[in-house]
C-alpha cells in the first residue's frame, strides 16, 4: 500500500491510530462510570467529551507549528510522552476522588492524542502515491475501527463493574458510601497504567527509528496558519469535520446509556453491544469503504452514506427496543469512513499548506467537546436520552453538503497572508 521505504515507517504510524482509537473508546465507558460515582446528570456527565475534545481546539495549531520547524518524528514523540503521562495521572485521580483531577487527566492525554493526530493522518497520506491518498488513510483508520471494537469490551470488564445499585447506596451512611464508590472509581488504575506503559514502549520506538521526511516543496517557514484557509475546500473540510466529530462523539460516548434507556438493558451488555455491535461495524465499515472506493469516488460514497445516516438517525430518535439499537450500529457503520474521507479531501492540493491545514482539519475536532453539551442538554430537558440524536442528525446534513459541493477543489485567489 506504500512504497517499500516506507512500508515499516507506514506500519508503526498506523498502530499510532489504534492507540488513539482505543483511549478514545473508553471515554463511553468513563462516562457511565464517572456518571454514577459522582452522581451527575447527563450534561455533567457529557463534560467528560469537552475535557477530551478541547485540546484540539488549543493544541492543533501548535502542534501544526512545531512539525512545520521540526517535522513529524519530533511532533509523534511529543504527543505519546503527554498521552503516556495523561495515563499515568489515572491513578492519583482515582486516589483523590475529584471529578476535576479526572478531567485534567483526560485533557493532557488529549493534547497528546491532537499532537499525534496532527502528525499521523497527513503523514499517512503522503507516504506513497497521491492517488491512493484518501484509501491508504481509510486504512489506517480502520485500525481505529478495531479500537472502538476492542476498548468498550475490554474496558467494561475493568472498569464497568456493576458494583452497588443505587438501592444500596442509598440505604448506606454518608461515609459507607463514599468508600464504596471511591472503591469503584478505583477500577480505572489498573487499565490506565498498563495502557500509560504500552505509550512509552510504542514512544522508545519511534525515538530509534528512522522516518523519512516528507519533501516540503515550498522553503517558506511562515507562521500564518490561517492562510492555508485560502483554499475554499479546507474550509469546506473544517466545518464538516467539527459536525462529524460531533456526530461520531454523540453516538459513541451516550450509547450506553442510550441502550439502557431504549432496550431495558445491563450497562455490562450495553457495552457489549458498543464493542460486539458499534466498534464491529465502524471496524468492518471502513475495510468495506476501502473496497466501494476503488470503484466509487470517495466524495460520492461520502455522500451516499451521509444520507444513510440521516434515515438512521431518525430511526433512533423515534423508534424503541433493539430496533432503536440496530439503527445506531448502522450509523456507526455508514460513518466510519467519514473522518478519514473529509480529511484527506480537506488537503488534497494543499502543497506547502498540507501540515497547516491538517491542524486546522485536527483542530475542529473540537466539535467533540461543543456537540456532546447539546446532546445532554437537550436529553436532560426531555428526560430522554434518544432525543439527543436530533444533534447527531444536523450533523450529518453538513457533511452531506460537503460531500455534494464543498469538497471541490478551487484555485485560491492570490492574497499577502504573510
Known amino acids: 500500500m506504500a512504497k517499500n521505504k516506507y512500508f515499516f515507517p507506514f506500519i508503526m504510524v498506523t498502530s499510532l491510530f489504534f ?6 473508546n473508553l471515554d463511553p465507558i468513563l462516562i457511565p462510570h464517572l ?23 488549543l493544541v492543533a495549531i501548535p502542534a501544526g507549528i512545531l512539525m512545520k520547524k521540526y517535522g513529524y518524528k519530533t511532533g509523534i514523540l511529543s504527543g505519546l510522552v503527554l498521552f503516556a503521562i495523561g495515563s499515568f ?51 489506517a483508520q480502520s485500525f481505529n475501527g478495531l479500537a472502538a471494537t476492542m476498548a468498550p469490551i475490554i474496558g467494561a470488564r475493568f472498569i464497568l463493574t456493576e458494583g452497588y445499585s443505587d438501592e444500596e447506596l442509598n440505604a448506606m451512611t454518608e461515609s459507607a458510601r463514599q468508600v464504596a464508590l471511591a472503591s469503584e472509581a478505583s477500577t ?29 516543496k515550498d522553503e517558506s517557514k511562515s507562521l500564518n496558519v490561517f492562510r492555508a484557509l485560502r483554499h475554499r475546500h479546507l474550509t469546506w473540510a473544517v466545518v464538516a469535520q ?24 445491563s450497562n455490562v451488555l450495553a457495552a457489549d453491544y458498543l464493542g460486539w455491535g458499534c466498534g464491529l461495524a465502524f471496524m468492518v465499515g471502513r475495510f468495506f469503504g476501502v473496497f466501494m472506493m476503488k470503484f466509487i469516488a470517495s466524495e460520492r460514497l461520502l ?11 431518525l430511526i433512533a430518535t423515534f423508534s424503541h427496543g433493539f430496533i432503536a439499537i440496530y439503527a445506531v450500529i448502522g450509523i456507526t457503520f455508514f460513518m466510519s469512513i467519514m473522518f478519514p ?21 485536527v483542530m475542529a475536532i473540537f466539535g467533540g467537546a461543543v ?11 426531555s428526560g430522554k436520552v434518544q432525543y439527543g440524536q436530533i444533534v447527531s442528525l444536523l450533523c450529518f446534513c453538513v457533511i452531506l453538503a460537503f460531500a455534494v459541493k464543498g469538497y471541490k477543489v478551487i484555485k485560491p485567489q492570490t492574497k499577502n497572508y504573510a
Open 19 to 24: 492507540m488513539w482509537g482505543f483511549v478514545h
Open 35 to 57: 456518571k454514577k460515582s459522582f452522581s451527575l446528570n447527563i450534561l455533567q456527565s457529557s463534560l467528560v467529551d469537552s475535557a477530551v475534545f478541547i485540546a484540539y481546539l
Open 89 to 139: 495521572l489515572f491513578i492519583p485521580a482515582a486516589n483523590t476522588q475529584e471529578y476535576s483531577f479526572f478531567l485534567g487527566a483526560l485533557f493532557i492525554i488529549s493534547c497528546g492524542l491532537t499532537i499525534l493526530e496532527t502528525a499521523a493522518n497527513p503523514y499517512v497520506s503522503l507516504l506513497g502515491d497521491p492517488e491512493t491518498a484518501t484509501s491508504r488513510l481509510n486504512f
Open 188 to 216: 480505572v488504575k489498573v487499565p490506565y497504567f498498563i495502557l500509560g506503559s504500552l505509550i512509552l514502549v510504542i514512544a522508545a520506538i519511534f525515538y530509534f527509528l528512522r522516518l523519512p521526511e516528507v519533501e516540503d
Open 242 to 265: 467539527f459536525f462529524y466529530v460531533g456526530a461520531q462523539v454523540c453516538v459513541f460516548s451516550f450509547f450506553i446509556l442510550y441502550a439502557v434507556e431504549v432496550a431495558g438493558i
Open 303 to 313: 455522500a451516499i452514506y451521509s444520507a444513510i445516516c440521516i434515515l438512521l438517525c
Open 341 to 361: 474521507t473529509i480529511f484527506s479531501l480537506g488537503i488534497k492540493g494543499l502543497g506547502s499548506d498540507t501540515q497547516y491545514g491538517s491542524s486546522l482539519i
Open 371 to 381: 456537540l456532546p453539551l447539546l446532546f445532554g442538554y437537550i436529553s436532560d430537558l
